[in-house]
């Protein structure tokens, strides 16, 4: 085992989940500054800017989260089909794909305001 260190066993299943708490910091941040200088007034086409922003960075985080869960998933697959020890402890791996699946799905669910809510009040 390679990576097989107890911070770095708690680092691959938290991680899931501490970039869904970035992408929500990162998200509430985007949204009080547009709210401020009026982000939402400014047009790019069909959307508004802030609009525009809020759901770029909305579907870059569920894509690294998705691509974090797929990662994991690949490890132990990989390991199962090569017969070589994985990188972690099997468990580990399946705790971490499984944290990652989650957290893209709460990061997907989570956005689905900014489809078509008013950001601003």
Same mark, same amino acid.
């Given at each position: 085992m390679t990576l097989a260190t107890r911070p770095a066993?708690?680092?691959v299943i938290a991680l899931g989940y501490t970039l869904w708490g970035g992408a929500l910091v990162a998200l509430y941040g985007v949204l009080s500054l547009g709210c401020v200088f009026g982000w939402e007034e400014v047009m790019l086409g069909p959307l508004t800017l802030q609009r525009g922003l809020l759901l770029l960075l909305w579907l870059l985080s569920v894509l690294v989260i998705a691509l974090l869960a797929w990662q994991t998933w690949g490890w132990l697959q990989a390991a199962r089909a090569d017969g070589q020890p994985p990188p972690l402890p099997r468990f580990t791996l399946w705790l971490a794909a499984a944290c990652s699946i989650?957290?893209? %799905?709460?990061?997907?669910?989570? %956005?689905?305001?900014i489809l078509g809510a008013s950001a601003c009040i």
């Amino acid at each position: 085992m390679t990576l097989a260190t107890r911070p770095a066993i708690l680092l691959v299943i938290a991680l899931g989940y501490t970039l869904w708490g970035g992408a929500l910091v990162a998200l509430y941040g985007v949204l009080s500054l547009g709210c401020v200088f009026g982000w939402e007034e400014v047009m790019l086409g069909p959307l508004t800017l802030q609009r525009g922003l809020l759901l770029l960075l909305w579907l870059l985080s569920v894509l690294v989260i998705a691509l974090l869960a797929w990662q994991t998933w690949g490890w132990l697959q990989a390991a199962r089909a090569d017969g070589q020890p994985p990188p972690l402890p099997r468990f580990t791996l399946w705790l971490a794909a499984a944290c990652s699946i989650a957290a893209a %799905g709460a990061t997907l669910f989570m %956005g689905l305001p900014i489809l078509g809510a008013s950001a601003c009040i």
